[in-house]
């Protein structure tokens, strides 16, 4: 396998590309043929991975997922206007474009915030028209998943 790896970024390794159609019916046949090596192969998997970070927890690392759930959990508690919410991202990554201030008008829809996470953007968008309050995100500022980005008051108490 490593072996195959060098060969294609060297550009060494032929390909064997075909075009061909998808068949839903086929593809269930064959997880429903395949269903108990499939569920053998998950728990196998899962058992590993539990093995894994339990070995992590005794070494004392910590796991990223429970780094961002810590981090995204600590009290943010904001004294906010009547109608007022707060809008989270619902990834962690990067600010990659932080597309509105403080007062600038939004319909719910809108593009607040990009996010970058794995090379893609990710929109965080207004979830009701309303007023931007306050923005907490900078451009290039690493987020966590459920990190308040802004608040944003609603239309009627703008």
Known sequence: ???????VISGKAKLDIREETFSLRQYNDFLRQNADEIAAC????????DAERERWAQ???VYADDQAVAAAAIDTELDLPAGARAVASHIAGNVWQVLVQAGASVKQGDTLVVVESM????????PADGTVWKVFCN????????????????????
């Open 42 to 49: 998950k728990q196998r998997q899962q058992a590993a991975f």
């Open 139 to 158: 451009e290039g500022a690493q987020i966590s998943a459920g990190q308040d980005l802004l608040v944003l008051q609603a239309g009627e108490d703008a």
């Open 119 to 126: 090379k893609m953007e990710f929109p965080v968008t207004a």
């Open 1 to 7: 396998m490593l072996r195959y790896r060098q060969d």
């Open 59 to 61: 070494a004392g690392q």
